[in-house]
């Protein structure tokens, strides 16, 4: 897991050098940076909470986006 779902070099460097499922996590500010992080590195997973929890973005929203641009999301 790699605190900073912001830093894309830094995702996309790590997650191309391993074998091992890579999680992007923290550093999210809206649903675009989700979107972001799986089109632009091979990160399997991504995680946020402090966006949520401060009601700054909906859950939903997150996933609508991601859908809308052909990355599946759980229901």
Known sequence: M???IDDLP?????SGAVSIPVIASSGAANESH?????RKTNVQAALVAGMFYRKEVEIQACKT???KSGIPARK
């Not at 989700?34 to 799986?38: G, I, K, Q, S």
């Open 2 to 4: 790699l605190n900073c």
């Open 34 to 38: 989700f979107v972001e992080v799986f």
């Open 65 to 67: 986006a991601m859908r």
């Open 10 to 14: 830094l995702m996309r460097a790590v």
